[in-house]
């Protein structure tokens, strides 16, 4: 008997716009002691299904309208609040996304580890305590006997999500389910985070059903794999089998758009040349493919556009009962390098780095404290307002989060006329309302989504808007300041392939700014590493690639899942 | 640009339509129109509005001063609320007193509306040294017993209608400067301002054109809850002999009514009272819907 079968779990969700189905008849184990991964995009009806497990869709508006979830046997779909209060915690846990809103900010962690033991297992709080320390030494939290006094805010993202699994396997479940745990951190600590959840498994004997959209993820830790996509599932075997023998065109679709470091194609396949609206199978058009193999050429011209020397930006640290300047928190500290016109300079590093605060400074968008940045010759940091504010319509930005980079109260047409009209682009409101469809156009928008406000797109879609904004005012220079980040993988690369057309048309210059090191890779010329407000390795892409100097380059490459099956690396090299 | 407007053809124009969708404020009525007592609620302010506009044209209630019977006669089917001393119908009173309350409320909103919104954002989007200052004022301002101002500020400027208006206008901003500074501190840091300025759009558009639509549905609920307060205290301040005189106001029937009541007369007391409860009461309701339907971070929540 497996541990947890899906059967014919339906899910249907009372909506304002009529009834949705987020689960439609979906089957599949997990058995005793193995993982699996549930891959889909953002809407896919993978975090339904989990929450379905745990008994947590929310009632009114969603309804498990059919099937059965058996957990060792027992029905959990008729069971009462009473019954399934006493599983949750208890016998399935579950990790959620973000480690930062998942912990309540106003208890030790101590309490909120001490919490489930006291409530599942009747321990009193000095033996929870106790119990607490342990396990944060065992989720590898350093110093426990202290970390347990500690506020979720003291602590790092990875170390929260060290406590997030802490508090999961508190109880010993037979069941974990870990709902993205490691999509909001950086990818060594991703690493750490996946090994610690693999060796826990091992000696707890938990199955673990491990969500993601990113197949590359769950490769060296998941047995089986279940593909969902639009409320169904598509695809479900071993996972050898996946990466070698994908049947469906969705899953062959998500396993070639993720850019790899071995390969460095000029266009990224996306699961729409595999398969067509209707979610019929196509053939690939072997353009495509061509090109999808074609190494980017390399070739040497020494037309630099950006120079920048020995930039700093320091932040105020302030202290004391009057708020004096006790310190100051060097974001920026001395970074010089030069960009080439028509080319891509990748930056890379962790959260907390710094590269943000760079590119934002590169833009006077925050001041600097040192150094020149010299645009075409100019200087930007001695420009008084009304210069720069010239200087604007050639230097762009687009943001990482297209949820909120778009004004909510504009409609897109808006949004786009706004910086035509700014910068005095088109002779009268006609025009600019034609240059305003000719951007929807070249982004792959309709003309006729003008009128539509934000909120009535997909997360892939704004983040082409914001392009299109970008592009409003001819620039070029832009910076993508993780652009990429917040989109699922199938997304992710029909906005690479835009970002790569657009630079061949208009012969753009980019700044791609990101933690992700395969997208780096794959749309850089030349690749910046930043540590701690500098930048510690600076060369063509593929020399940082693969002969790395820097250690912490180093560290950072050997953290990438590598996006296949171990064993299938293994008999690769035999 | 403008002649260029000007010599537009009407298809150009109609494009140019083309590019305003529906807006929030049109999401937020669909919204509050599913709900079935903020349109009750809706509609007895509507009424109330429309009453107080008839009596402002002279239309009805215009001879509330004429006497109409004898002093003190109790309701009938005549004076359907009865008389007062003078012999004039309380119900004209009453009508008359719901276009003093209603001026009250939209005018005392009129003042108070640009001072909050001009501190709170200006104290909100530019901060350091400005914002303290602000803060410092208003703070000051509101820690004052708001009656105390409304008093002292009526002492200044006399006895009148006039002087209602300006100390309500003058003492309610602080609640609606205070929202708008949070919000709009909110918003400064969001990414689409950033867009803006990256775009070369200076402070004014960012603070005007970006974040304060973006704050508006707060001036919204705040009018249609500074309503309910300004009504109050009209009749507060009435009753207190320091609001409207020479005219009927819902404030000075409720001040007269404390005689009448030993001599058992209950009518003009109970029809002011009850006029105020039922306009505070749904412009109450009414808020709290607005806020509902108008708040963004609830949406699709529902």
Redesign the interface.
Known sequence: MDLLSIRDLTVDFNTPEGIVRAVNGISFDVPKGKTVGLVGESGSGKSVTSLAAMGLIPNPPGKITGGQILFEGKDLVGASDEEMRKIRGNEISMIFQEPMSALNPVFKVGDQIAEVLMLHKGMNKKEAWQKAEELLHQVGIPDPKSSVQKYPHEMSGGQKQRVCIAIAIACEPKLLIADEPTTALDVTIQKQVLELMFDLQEKYKMGMLFITHDLSVIADIADDVVVMYRSNLVEKSDTKKIFTSAQHPYTKGLLACRPSLDKNPSRLLTVADFMDEQGNEIEVDPEKTKLASKPKQEHKDDDVLLEVNNLHTHFPIKGGLFGKTVDHFKAVNGVSFKVQRGKTLGLVGESGCGKTTLGRTILRLIEPTAGQVIYDGVDLTKLDKKQLREMRSRMQIIFQDPYSSLNPRMTIGETLLEPMDLHNIGANKKEKIDRAKWLMEKVGLSASQLSRYPHEFSGGQRQRICIARALAVNPDFIICDESVSALDVSVQAQVLNLLLDLQDEFGLTYIFISHDLSVVNFISDEVAVMNRGKIVELDKAFKVYHNPENDYTKSLLSAIPKGVPKELLEEGTR | ?DT??AI?TSD?KI??E???????LGDAWQRLKKEKKAVLCLGIVLFYALIALLSWWGVIAADWGKEVGASYSPPSSEHWLGTDIFGRSVLQKVIHGTQIAMSVGLISSAIAIPIGVFFGAVAGYFGGWIDELVVWFYTTFSSVPQIMLLMSIAFILGKGITTVYIALGLTSWVGLARLIRGEVMKHKD???V?????????HG?KLF??IL??V?HIVIIFTSLQFQVAIKSEVILSYLGLGVSGQPSWGTMIDDAKLELARDVWWQLAGATIAMFVVVLAFNILGDSLRDALD?KL?GK?
């Open positions: 640009m260029a407007d537009m150009e494009e140019i083309s590019i305003k969708g529906r807006s929030l969001r990414d689409y950033q867009a803006a300025g990256s775009l070369g759009a200076g558009r054109k970006h639509p973006n508006s963004p949406k529902d």
